[in-house]
């Protein structure tokens, strides 16, 4: 049974430009979470996705952040027009249910931003 | 919303003995402490977990400790090896405001170094 699977494994993008990230959960798993991790840093929890449903957002920036987990497809973190303090690395967490259940991490996205 | 206080930021020990860790939280509803093991350049990687009707839990060389009252849980890791080394998150959820969703509250992590 694969794991969580996150791509690109590292992302180089310059100010200005767009960066997508994509996660693919564990199999049998409907709940998606986005997590930034600075460096030297903590977990910091961005989006909670269900299918085709953003469930808590609270984390996100409101500007130039967006995720979404369409039915069909890999979640997607999308960042507009990156600035040099985006440059952190993403991780993505799938559940198999919502509530007080183990999450399970993928092996993240290093962004950084040139 | 939750806060999660985790010490100490590092922790150096000799290969066989004992590493403890402790985290504080402030959300009395939060009722899932997960414990997570990070290597470089890995994702973070669950390790033992504990809910709120439990006060202990052991898995071989390892077990977590939670007290509800005082609001804190500790990771116990008994005869340490060189490849226990590595940064160990705790985090809380299952608060705010009784939503059972899982949002995870890190702390800030603990970089253990076990020395052969």
């Known amino acids: 049974n694969a794991g969580v699977m996150q791509n690109p494994r590292h992302l180089v993008r310059r100010r200005g430009q767009e960066a997508r990230l994509r996660c693919s959960p564990m199999k049998g798993h409907s709940h998606v979470y986005w997590y930034r991790q600075l460096p030297e840093e903590g977990l910091k929890f961005m989006v909670y996705?269900?299918?085709?449903?953003?469930?808590?957002e609270s984390g996100m920036p409101k500007e130039r952040f967006s995720a979404e987990f369409p039915k069909e497809g890999p979640s997607i973190l999308r960042i507009q027009q990156v600035v040099r303090g985006d440059s952190a690395a993403y991780f993505c967490a799938s559940s198999p249910l919502s509530g007080y259940n183990e999450q399970f991490f993928g092996p993240g996205t290093r962004l950084t931003v040139l | 919303g939750e806060n999660v206080e985790q010490h100490p930021s590092t922790l150096s020990v000799q290969e066989g003995d004992s590493a403890v860790i402790k985290c504080t939280y402030s959300?009395?509803?939060?009722?899932?402490f997960p414990w997570y093991k990070q290597e470089l350049g890995k994702g973070p990687q669950l390790i033992i977990d504990i809910r709120s009707n439990v006060g202990e839990k052991k898995d071989q060389r390892i077990a977590v400790t939670l007290n509800k009252t005082a609001k804190h849980f500790s990771l116990h890791i008994t005869e340490t090896q060189p490849e226990d080394s590595a940064v160990y998150f705790c985090a809380a959820s299952g608060g705010a405001g009784g939503t059972s969703y899982g949002k995870l509250t890190f702390g800030q992590g603990t970089i253990l170094t076990v020395h052969p």
């Open positions: 959300d009395s509803a939060s009722n899932y």
């Open positions: 996705l269900q299918k085709e449903n953003i469930i808590d």
